[in-house]
């Protein structure tokens, strides 16, 4: 397997993983925190957007 932040071969039983190191893990935390990544949901016709609820 490998790091999804730095593309290092993660050992199996590896304290960290998916993540090769608690930097990668910290720098993957520190994405989620700053909003990078985003879960999406398809809006259905008909149903409001968040910003008009």
Known sequence: MK???C?????PGSPEAP?????CRLI???KWA???????TTVRPGEPEEDEK
């Open 34 to 40: 700053a909003e990078e990544y985003v879960i999406s």
């Open 19 to 23: 993540f090769c190191s608690e930097r």
């Open 7 to 11: 593309r290092k071969e993660v050992k």
């Open 28 to 30: 993957d935390l520190g």
């Open 3 to 5: 790091c999804p932040i």
